[in-house]
Antibody, heavy 123, light 107 residues
Framework: QVQLVQSGAEMKRPGASVKVSCKASGYTFISYAIHWVRQAPGQRLEWMGW????????KYSQNFQDRVTFTRDTSATTAYVAVSSLSSEDTAVYFC????????????????WGQGTQVTVSS | DIQMTQSPSSLSASVGDRVTITCRASQGISNYLAWFQRKPGKAPKSLIYAASSLQSGVPSRFSGSGSGTDFTLTISSLQPEDLATYYC?????????FGQGTKLEIK
């Protein structure tokens, strides 16, 4: 069965960087894009962007394109998000999600999600 | 950006009740609308895609409807395991955006 398993909780100081992983299994990794979404305390879910696991192409939300980097390791079937220059505003749960395909709307809907990774930024 | 507005923000209902959650988009999104369920500490679960199509394995008591700007998620007979927060999400255009969530409690 399809599974996305994320790395564990992280605690970082302001100005540091963090890298969260998303290990995929149960499907052909390179055939799907992985999206990243985060939710800060009391805030809405916020879409960060995606990476095409096959060719490595990326798209970033304007809110994240300066400090966020998506990568993937096809041999490890794992996607990563790295966030640099962390501030308290980056404290959030980070989710990965697989972009699925359906015959009605094509690509776009998130059919499987990771369990989330808590990132806490505090001095 | 397309704004997604859900109502209500919270809801308390009894087992067996019919529950309806609505989601409104600030502009037309055709049927590029998904619903998912989130329980604490667990991976969010996709329920509905293309506004009204049930994801594989999702119980048939869940259904979705709507097109354009107004959408509905219905649980026909609430079960105890449906305790969760429900979100709508549009994937018509970037940036993908989400509703604020509806927290469903069981009376």
């Amino acid at each position: 069965q399809v599974q996305l398993v994320q790395s564990g909780a992280e605690m970082k100081r302001p100005g540091a960087s963090v890298k969260v992983s998303c290990k995929a299994s149960g499907y052909t990794f390179i055939s799907y894009a992985i999206h990243w979404v985060r939710q800060a305390p009391g805030q809405r879910l916020e879409w960060m962007g995606w990476i095409n696991a096959g060719n490595g192409n990326t798209k970033y939300s304007q809110n994240f394109q300066d400090r966020v980097t998506f990568t993937r390791d096809t041999s490890a079937t794992t996607a990563y998000v790295a966030v640099s220059s962390l501030s308290s505003e980056d404290t959030a749960v980070y989710f990965c999600a697989r972009e699925g395909y359906d015959t009605l709307t094509g690509w776009g809907n998130f059919d499987y999600w990771g369990q989330g990774t808590q990132v806490t930024v505090s001095s | 950006d397309i704004q997604m507005t859900q109502s209500p923000s919270s809801l308390s209902a009894s087992v067996g009740d019919r529950v309806t959650i609505t989601c409104r988009a600030s502009q037309g999104i055709s049927n590029y609308l998904a619903w998912f369920q989130r329980k604490p500490g667990k991976a969010p679960k996709s329920l509905i895609y293309a506004a009204s199509s049930l994801q594989s394995g999702v119980p048939s008591r869940f259904s979705g409807s709507g097109s354009g700007t107004d959408f509905t998620l219905t649980i026909s007979s609430l079960q105890p395991e449906d305790l969760a927060t429900y979100y709508c999400q549009q994937y018509n255009s970037y940036p993908f955006t989400f509703g604020q969530g509806t927290k469903l409690e069981i009376k």
